[in-house]
């Protein structure tokens, strides 16, 4: 089956730092989505990426498509307390229900 | 607009008794999906419905885990009997899909704690 690998698994930043998470599939995917989920919360969605190589930005975030829709990432720039949480991504190929990478922590410092 | 909503939002029990988790997806939504969240396994996809229908209930973890749908708008997951090992928080989330579920963004419930002594 589908595979969804997310590193790292932790990352700890100090604020004002920026902060990157891949994500890779073991297939090429139709799209892929972000979540966040705050600690003690549920996870939110963020965005969807569909495009080979799309960017898309929201504020501090940055989320990339990999050309060969296999890859994707996350960029948080001049990370702040508020950005504390898991973020996961989310890859649908086609024939499955999205399936969830284990998610990357990060722990800003103030 | 009101979200996901599920109860109880926490459930302590002793091993052995009956564990019922429910659901009200989102008003529209035709998708709804039951995960199961832990440290070491993640977020898993325990069983999803289409027009209330069971669709894959595959990553039911074994004959002790049921799930219903009876109609749009309430869904539950029993646990029958419950053991230590299937404590966990316990998410529902919803969507639209039509023929593309992927490709639409799920919305999720403040899920169960569950914990079994």
Redesign the interface.
């Known amino acids: 089956g589908q595979q969804v690998m997310q590193i790292p698994q932790y990352q700890h930043v100090q604020e004002g730092e920026d902060f990157t998470t891949y994500c890779n599939s073991s297939t090429t995917l139709?799209?892929i989505?972000w979540y966040k989920q705050r600690p003690g919360?549920?996870?939110?969605?963020l965005i969807?990426l569909?495009k080979s190589g799309e960017v898309k930005k929201q504020k501090r975030l940055t989320f990339q498509f990999g050309e060969a829709k296999k890859n994707s990432s996350l960029h948080i720039t001049a990370t702040q307390t508020t950005d504390v949480g898991t973020y996961?991504c989310?890859c649908?190929?086609?024939n499955?229900?999205?399936?969830?990478?284990?998610?990357t922590r990060l722990s800003v410092i103030a | 607009d009101a979200g996901v909503i599920q109860s109880p939002r926490h459930e302590v029990t002793e091993m052995g008794q009956e564990v019922t988790l429910r659901c009200k997806p989102i008003s529209g939504h035709d998708y709804l999906?039951w995960y199961r969240q832990t440290m070491m396994r993640?977020?898993e996809?325990l069983i999803?419905f289409n027009n209330n229908v069971p669709i894959?209930d595959s990553g039911m973890p074994e004959d002790r885990f049921s799930a219903k749908m009876p109609n749009a708008s309430f869904s539950t997951l029993k646990i029958q009997p419950s053991e230590p090992r299937d404590s966990a928080v316990y998410?529902c989330?919803s969507s639209f899909g039509g023929a593309?579920?992927?490709?639409q963004?799920?919305?999720?419930?403040?899920?169960t704690r569950l914990s079994i002594l």
Not at chain 1, 41 to 45: K, L, Q, R, T
Not at chain 2, 105 to 111: A, T, V
Request: proline share 7%; charged share 10%.
């Open positions: 139709s799209n989505q919360g549920h996870p939110v969605f969807q569909v996961f989310a649908f190929s086609g499955t229900p999205l399936v969830f990478g284990k998610g | 999906f993640g977020l996809l999803y894959d998410f989330a593309r579920m992927g490709n963004p799920q919305h999720f419930g403040d899920g």
